[in-house]
């Protein structure tokens, strides 16, 4: 009876080892963003009193996260309650996609900026990661800190768990061991950070790039922009104006 009784002990305690270790590694979920921004100091004065009084000071917006393996798609879902942005700036949250798959390090995103739409292919980008040892518990999920470096000059501050496999991240931020739970980017004055991470019920049809007849990779859509914006502050050498298009090719290029 007594061994009848350790083989019957031993089996439970493998069977809920096998659980608990499918509970902590997830290869597919849902994961919604809470993504705020101070608006007012982004953009500063350079778009001028009377537009950013239009403005409230903080724009706050929803995003999901969804991916099975190692594809993803990121993507707005709604605005929160209360004042929004003006509607050529939601437009440009509201349309813009990011694919990734991990297995390629391939991107495919779908871009509005100013109210024109561009498609872009190109390799995911390479972020210098340095990891550290402070901790924070996010959507219920243990995570690591990292301080990463992009575009040459912007820091990002991104908490990380392992137990979600895929090393991806809001937008186009990725590279870490596991999924970005939370992450601020001080220059941007933008933080991100997740809500709620739901595992059962993920539409993986959604998980898909977009399709174009023609795709600029980001270093042509940075080139675009500088086109396009050569005329702002009337074609002087303004600080404030030079401050807001850099402030459009971080947020297109993020």
């Not at 921004?37 to 995003?63: I, L, R």
Request: charged content about 25%.
């Amino acid at each position: 009876m007594k061994m009848k009784n350790l083989i019957i002990g031993t089996v439970l305690m493998l069977s809920f080892a096998t659980v608990r270790a499918q509970q902590q590694f997830i290869g597919k979920a849902t994961i919604e963003f809470e993504v705020k921004t101070n608006f007012k100091k982004a953009v500063g004065t350079s778009m001028g009193a009377m537009f950013t009084d239009a403005m409230p000071e903080f724009k706050t917006g929803y995003y999901q996260f969804i991916f099975s393996g190692d594809k993803s798609i990121y993507k707005f879902d709604r605005w929160a309650d209360g004042p929004k942005p003006l509607e050529f700036l939601r437009k440009d949250e509201e349309e813009s996609t990011y694919y990734l798959d991990h297995s390629t390090g391939k991107i495919i995103q779908k871009r509005t900026i100013l109210g024109a739409e561009f498609p872009i292919e190109d390799s995911i980008p390479k972020i210098n990661w340095r990891i550290t040892n402070e901790n924070r518990e996010i959507a219920g999920f243990n995570c690591r800190k990292a301080v990463g470096l992009i575009m040459d000059s912007v820091y990002v501050f991104a908490f990380y768990t392992d137990e979600i496999l895929i090393p991806g991240g809001p937008c186009t931020i990725n590279g870490l061991p596991g999924m970005i739970l939370g992450l601020t980017i001080p220059r941007l004055y933008t933080s991100y950070i997740a809500t709620k991470v739901k595992v059962s019920g993920v539409n993986e049809t959604e998980i898909k790039p977009i399709a174009a007849k023609k795709f600029n990779n980001r270093t042509e859509l940075r080139t675009l922009i500088l086109d396009r914006t050569k005329d702002w502050g009337n074609g002087e050498d303004n600080e404030d104006s030079k401050s807001l298009i850099r402030h459009i090719i971080w947020n297109t290029l993020l």
